[in-house]
């Protein structure tokens, strides 16, 4: 089992920008996803990524702001987040998907963003 490690979380202005990481104890080649948590919010999906850095997705609500990407040989994944708003503020996670399903495991401890208004 890969333990996952969320990092780069913060206090930003609004339109200001953060890059999280998550790190991964081991290769993993399985699609990685990243997801949020806002206070008395139900946990969403925010971006994921192939293994080979295809086959990305976003939610709606980050297109155009937030870039996902992955570093094989660092066994780590990245979520550029640019043009912050008030409305991204949350804990930010990242998993694993699970082979041939649409679920996802191995969570990290979550890396926590606050955009200020």
């Known amino acids: 089992q890969v333990q996952l490690v969320e990092s780069g979380g913060g206090l930003v202005q609004a339109g200001g920008s953060l890059r999280l990481s998550c790190a991964a104890s081991?290769?993993?080649?399985?699609?990685m996803g990243w997801f949020r948590q806002a206070p008395g919010k139900e946990r969403e999906f925010v971006a994921g990524?192939?293994?080979?850095?295809?086959?990305?997705s976003y939610a709606d609500s980050v297109k155009g702001r937030f870039t996902i990407s992955r570093d094989n040989a660092k066994n780590t994944v990245y979520l550029q987040m640019n043009n912050l708003k008030p409305e991204d503020t949350g804990v930010y996670y990242c998993?694993?998907?699970?082979?041939?399903?649409?679920?996802?495991?191995?969570w990290g401890q979550g890396t926590q963003v606050t955009v200020s208004s």
């Open positions: 998993a694993t998907q699970i082979e041939l399903t649409l679920a996802y495991d191995n």
């Open positions: 990524i192939g293994y080979s850095g295809d086959r990305t």
């Open positions: 081991r290769r993993t080649f399985a699609r």
